[in-house]
């Protein structure tokens, strides 16, 4: 466990702006920052940062709080996994009541998997570097591709021996369990139990999360055989989806925000010789498909991919349609194409980082305007042929969400095609009205059961979230105004947090993190301590954190302007606090009287003796007193 000191001094370096800025865009606005939602997928932004209180706020997804907890939700960290990156982060040592988990045993599988894959990539980094082996074949092949020391550091290049168990042998002697070895793809199991590695005699690639924790492994053989696949990955894991991951982002990511663009290309080698030139926003999807995933990796840095094609047309040819998927997400694309025969690899080489940015800078093309062209080629004078062409470019751009974006494409098109602009816009709409009909159908991708139109226990759910919304509100003045001065009655003395604590002592709360708030605020005003909004902001309990942030935060900014434009004053609770307290207090008394009267209403109607019948009278009348009482408080005091 992290001591609560060491966490303070954590909470107290962090900036919350610079944390969820090395993952989400973000734009200033006003006091806060505000940035497309890493959790959901939208194009107007709804993710809003106060540095000011030290949260974030997502009205997208609903998801809110601190700096750890953005890790916690986007990165999947635990709580100290969190605080050990911000630590990380921020040159803060962590000291722990006890040992970190080097007994191997980690506090979950997720985290054993991330520890015996940064032991892995120690070992493969040891192996090309100090070992006899390595050097001459792992160290050498870097080398020869011109590699330097620093970057085969930077990147932590490896070489795994060209033996059945040099990795797996020394691991298990060290410690580490065959559980994860094996389900983190390190080592094979054998049909007798026995374990082997997986990726001996090859060079090693570690990729990457975003946040830099090696979470898996790309071995490539050196030898010629053709009989042995070239690459060898990662299986998935509970650490590694590859449709989510693409390899040297978060080498690039400062450099994507910085330069506002993003350089693809297809393989390491691709990535690392780019980035020792100096180019550093470059990433790539490792040989896969491009997925929407990593499409909005990149979106959540920049808006704007330029795609560094090998310069095999066969190859680009086929990966047309799954660029579409980028123009879907509302990206703009942007192709390079460099000479038969070179890669970005090799091109940057051979031309150095400045001719590299001038061929770029004198070959990049929009990727519809490339695409027509490239298409028009093939096609010749073949009408039937030329139609199909203009089908798919029409389809290309129908993905575009921006209609000025559309329209303009449709301009350019319309001249490159030589076919009538009313004609592309005619088919253009067709497909979209196409589209739109298909989604209206089958709202978010599936049907709606009646059951789920009209659910049958509507009543009781009105109840519920009146009871919420009530509950809420007293949470709400807490944290707002729990440690202010009482100023009305001649009150004296006295803080508002304790005063409502103490006039609620007989109402029992039922929403879950209403109810554990105010245990946790009653046991802080019981210590002679008054907890402010960033202790619960902090709170380890996810669902405390949820709800404060949801309160405090709002999607919406009065301008500074607007009373000297419109001339209309807006309502402050502060004007008229004891109205304020004092209603949110005795309107949620005067609800849960309420549902008392209900419940004794309906045991008179049940009640089968005369002895039963008096007692509950009794209890009803009683609780019709402290009904009239709770209204006529309300009527006197409450300014309605």
Not at 193 to 202: A, I, M, W
Not at 343 to 357: A, E, H, Q
Request: aromatic share 8%.
């Amino acid at each position: 466990m992290i001591l609560k000191s060491t966490i303070d001094r954590i909470m107290e370096a962090t900036d919350i702006v610079e944390v969820i800025g090395e993952f989400v865009q973000l734009k200033k606005r006003g006091a806060n920052y505000v940035g497309l939602s890493p959790f959901a997928n939208e194009r107007t932004p709804s993710f809003t940062v106060s540095p000011a209180k030290g949260i974030f706020k997502d009205f997208s997804s609903g998801k809110g709080g601190s700096a750890v907890t953005f890790l916690m939700e986007l990165e999947k960290f635990t709580y100290p996994e969190a605080l050990k990156w911000l630590a990380k982060k921020y040159s803060i040592e962590v000291e722990e009541t006890v040992d970190a988990p080097e007994d191997r045993e980690a506090d979950n599988r997720r985290e054993s998997l991330m520890i015996v894959s940064s032991y892995a990539a120690k070992f493969f980094h040891e192996s090309l570097l100090d070992t006899d082996e390595g050097k001459a074949i792992g160290l050498s092949y870097f080398k020869e591709r011109g590699f330097s020391t620093e970057t085969i550091k930077k990147f932590e290049l490896g070489y795994s021996p060209d033996q059945w168990e040099a990795f797996t042998g020394q691991a298990l002697k060290e410690g580490y369990l065959e559980e994860f070895l094996t389900d983190s793809g390190l080592s094979v199991k054998r049909d007798n139990g026995s374990l082997y590695d997986r990726y001996r005699g090859r060079v090693m690639f570690p990729i990457h999360s975003f946040t830099g924790r090696v979470i898996a492994f790309g071995g490539r053989t050196l030898k010629s055989d053709k009989n042995v696949p070239k690459y060898v990955n990662s299986p998935e894991s509970e650490i590694y989806h590859k449709s989510s991951v693409l390899y040297g982002l978060h080498f690039a990511k400062k450099t994507i925000r910085e330069e506002d663009n993003c350089y693809l290309v297809e393989g390491y080698a691709d990535v690392i010789s780019v980035h020792q030139a100096g180019i550093e926003n470059v990433v790539a999807s490792s040989g896969t498909s491009l997925t929407v995933e990593q499409i909005r990796l990149i979106g959540r840095l920049t808006k704007n991919i330029t795609i560094l094609y090998d310069g095999d047309a066969a190859g680009i040819k086929a990966s047309l349609r799954g660029l579409d998927m980028i123009l879907e997400e509302g990206l703009n694309v942007k192709v390079v194409l460099f000479p038969d025969g070179h890669d970005p690899d090799s091109y940057v080489r051979l031309v150095g980082t400045n001719g590299f940015k001038k061929h770029i800078e004198d070959n990049k093309k929009d990727f519809i305007l490339y695409k027509t062209t490239l298409l028009l080629k093939e096609v010749g004078n073949d009408p039937i042929k030329k139609s199909e062409v203009i089908r798919d470019i029409v389809e290309s751009i129908a993905k575009i969400p921006d209609s000025i974006k559309a329209s303009v494409f449709i301009k350019e098109c319309s001249s490159i095609l030589q076919i009538d602009e009313r004609a592309l816009l005619s088919e253009l709409n067709k497909m979209r009205q196409a589209k739109a009909k298909k989604d209206s159908q089958q709202p978010n991708g599936r049907m709606v059961t009646p059951v789920e139109e009209y659910p049958l226990d509507e009543p009781v759910q009105e109840e519920r979230k009146e009871t919420s919304s009530q509950e809420k509100e007293i949470v709400r003045l807490l944290l707002l105004y729990g440690n202010k001065m009482i100023d009305w009655d001649g009150i004296a003395n006295t803080y508002i947090g304790p005063f409502m604590i103490a006039e609620l002592n007989d109402v029992e709360f039922e929403h879950p993190a209403s109810k554990a708030f105010i245990e946790i605020y009653s046991k802080e005003v019981e210590n002679g301590v008054l907890p402010e909004e960033q202790h619960f902001i902090h709170y380890p309990d996810k669902d405390i954190v949820d709800l404060v942030v949801t309160l405090i935060a709002t999607k919406y900014t009065l301008s500074e302007n607007w009373y000297e434009m419109h001339k209309i004053l807006t309502s402050d609770e502060q004007a008229n606090m004891k109205a304020t307290i004092l209603g949110a207090i005795f309107h949620l008394k005067m609800h849960k009287v309420g549902k008392m009267l209900d419940n004794l209403r309906k045991e008179l109607q049940n009640a089968v003796t005369d002895e039963d019948q008096d007692i509950l009278l009794t209890q009803y009348m009683r609780m019709k007193k402290v009904e009239k009482t709770i209204s006529d408080y309300l009527g006197s005091v409450i300014i309605k």
